[in-house]
């Protein structure tokens, strides 16, 4: 079985240049812990996730201004693809230590 066949295809997404801030109230309007970060909304090219975790660990527990990080500087780049196996992609997920991904 491929990652492709267990994904999630509708995801929310921001800017990698957006501000940790916007990101929060993003995940707060949607109810959720995780969103995307794509530069183009209209080719939507997959560039890093950014969760609820990273917001708390890069700006907020570091004493940042969330108004003045950017998504970029707290993001988790792709670690596997679509046609990864699951097992390869649990191993990637294992290394990297990350709990969600995107593709």
Known sequence: MCV??????????CNPRDTAQAAARLMEAYG???????????DRL???IVTDRDLCS???T???NADAVQVAEVMTPPVCGPEDTLDK???LMQE???????L
Do not use: F, H, W, Y
């Not at 492709?4 to 997404?13: A, H, P, R, Y």
């Not at 959720?32 to 209209?42: F, K, M, T």
């Not at 990297?96 to 995107?102: E, F, S």
């Open 58 to 60: 890069g700006a907020v």
């Open 62 to 64: 570091a004493g940042k």
């Open 4 to 13: 492709k066949d267990l994904m999630t295809s509708t995801v929310v997404c």
């Open 46 to 48: 997959l560039e890093g």
């Open 32 to 42: 959720v812990g995780a969103i995307v970060a794509v530069a183009d909304p209209s």
């Open 96 to 102: 990297n230590q990350v709990r969600r991904i995107l």
């Open 89 to 91: 992609c649990l191993e």
